[in-house]
């Protein structure tokens, strides 16, 4: 069996035989693939759970939202822009985007005054997003144009999934019962 290896030194994707991994040289600038301190693939399962409980505990680093929210803009002006162009484009849009539903109980969980400040700075975000006229891929081509829409939707929606409740949702039913 064979594996893809990229060069570390030259960036270079090359095709190697699993089994001489530890001995293959790059093609082009013929240094080696991999270095000594790769694990072989034959360590035993105590080898393998020895050099875990050895290995120096990873550091978990913390996110800065404010240094982010400070690149995206302001939340206030944010969230001002998405009050202002959210429901015309919802009422224009809604039963050409299979986001819609996601998108609207996305608002009422950002509207809710239970939600935390940073969940809403996500939802509204995503949101002014989505409203935006101008975007990575402009919503005036066909089925493509809305995709980049959907990612910041959804990615969005599964980051305060648990925030939004089945309030934010019936809220969301309500308006498209309409």
């Not at 493509?144 to 599964?158: E, L, N, Q, R």
């Amino acid at each position: 069996m064979s594996v893809i290896v990229e060069c570390p030194n030259c960036g270079q994707k090359n095709e190697v035989e699993a089994d001489k991994l530890k001995l293959a040289k790059c093609g082009t600038c013929h240094e080696s693939l991999v270095g000594e301190d790769v694990i072989p693939a034959t360590m035993s399962d105590s080898e393998i759970a020895t050099s875990i409980e050895s290995a120096p505990p990873d550091k978990v680093e913390e996110v800065d939202t404010d240094a982010w929210a400070a690149k995206i803009g302001d939340h206030e002006e944010q969230l001002k822009y998405v009050n202002q162009g959210f429901w015309s484009k919802v009422r224009k849009y809604a039963g050409k985007v299979p986001f819609s539903h996601e998108a609207v109980s996305m608002y009422y969980c950002a509207m809710d005054p239970n939600t935390p400040t940073k969940v809403k700075a996500t939802a509204i975000g995503a949101l002014a997003y989505w409203i935006l006229p101008i975007d990575l891929v402009p919503d005036i081509f066909p089925v493509i144009g809305y995709g980049d829409d959907a990612t910041a939707i959804f990615v969005a929606y599964k980051a305060i999934s648990s925030h939004i409740t089945d309030e934010h949702r019936d809220k969301a039913e309500a308006f498209f019962a309409r």
